[in-house]
């Protein structure tokens, strides 16, 4: 599939497939995010989202379909949340830590993680947690999220999530709760190390 075929750019960052078949496709590319997008394609035809149909930017990086069935895309301008017809934007001036969000991660309680290139937001739906490099994040440029569950004895597991970055190896961090579970620093223990 090319331009030729509809395709809004060439440069496709992400392929993402619904949970109704559908492929999605983040495009864009380096200096053509005035021509890319977001594609959808249904097996028959394509169709096309744009910043003329209510789209952050026309660089998308990431897609990410939560269970109502909303689309996340993360661009260059922030996070695109489309549901059912219409978009909705999340930005550094709601608590993003960065617009450049190049992926998108959702834990199994629901909470959003994202990893842009300027550090990582963590996101209830309702408040942002920011941690960069002064954070002991290795670098602010991530590019991977992955969660991965660590046994610690027999019959105690713990989950950690993994931060691959441009140019800083990969961040571990693990959060032990400690007291009940607020979005306040202090009430969680937090570890970073070198993988």
């Known amino acids: 599939m090319t331009t030729e075929d509809g395709l809004p750019s060439g440069a496709v960052d992400c392929i993402f497939p619904a949970t109704d078949g559908v492929m999605w496709m983040g495009t864009g590319g380096r200096g053509q995010h005035l021509k890319g997008g977001v594609a959808r394609y249904d097996g028959k035809g394509l169709v096309i989202f744009t910043t003329a149909d209510g789209l952050v930017s026309n660089q998308v990086f990431s897609i990410y379909q939560t269970s109502n069935g909303a689309f996340w895309f993360g661009t260059d301008k922030g996070v695109s949340v489309y549901h059912p017809t219409e978009f909705h934007r999340i930005s550094e001036v709601d608590g993003l830590v960065n617009n450049d969000v190049t992926v998108i991660h959702r834990d199994p309680d629901g909470v959003f993680w994202f990893g842009t290139k300027g550090g990582i937001s963590k996101y209830d739906g309702k408040h942002f947690a920011n941690f960069t490099i002064w954070d002991g994040l290795l670098n602010n440029h991530i590019v991977d999220i992955e969660r991965v569950e660590v046994a610690l004895t027999e019959s105690n597991r713990q989950s950690e999530l993994w931060f691959s970055s441009r140019r800083g190896g ?24 070198e993988v």
């Open 170 to 193: 990969i961040s571990r961090y693990t959060e032990q709760r400690s007291y009940p579970s607020h979005l306040s620093r202090g009430y969680f223990m937090i570890s970073w190390a």
